[in-house]
């Protein structure tokens, strides 16, 4: 009997090569980003994807604050929490957020898109959002990439 003449290959810890990708934000409508800088945390793109390591690349993406949401979200969508007392609903809007903390809208926005395990913990961990165009990650050499060649 011939034996195959390939064999699927299994990424592991030490076989991950992970990259630095830096990302801009500017005129990038939310949902759009996030869907591709999950797909780039998770490590989705590699031909060697491997679902239960981390072979994900680092993530940095910069200029939050300039992030674009369609239709009327920035001002009908509601992020809702509860403080654990009675009454203590409390609804922000994004439009609060992007005058707060804009980094917390794609960081939310990235984090619904990861499976919500420890392995999904460790992946977010690799993702850095920053306001403004400045990072402190210029040691990591990181590529940059543009939102629409992403395939």
Request: charged share 25%; proline share 5%.
């Amino acid at each position: 009997m011939e034996s195959l003449s390939y064999k699927t290959i299994s990424a592991n810890a030490a076989t991950v090569k992970k990259e630095w990708v830096l990302i801009d934000a500017s005129q990038a409508v939310l949902g759009r980003l996030a869907s591709q800088v999950a797909k780039i945390l998770r490590g989705k793109d590699k031909p060697s994807f491997t679902p239960h390591v981390d072979c994900g690349d680092n993530v940095i993406i910069i200029n939050a604050e300039k992030v674009r949401l369609t239709g009327k979200k920035l001002s009908d969508k509601e992020y809702v929490r509860h403080s654990g007392y009675p009454g203590g609903i409390r609804v922000t809007t994004p439009a609060e957020y992007l005058k707060k903390d804009p980094a917390f809208l794609i960081e939310k926005a990235v984090k619904g898109m990861i499976p919500r395990t420890r392995l999904g913990a460790a992946q977010m961990r690799n993702l850095k959002v920053y306001v403004g165009s400045e990072h402190p990650h210029e040691a990591q050499a990181p590529k940059v990439i543009k939102l629409n060649e992403i395939k």
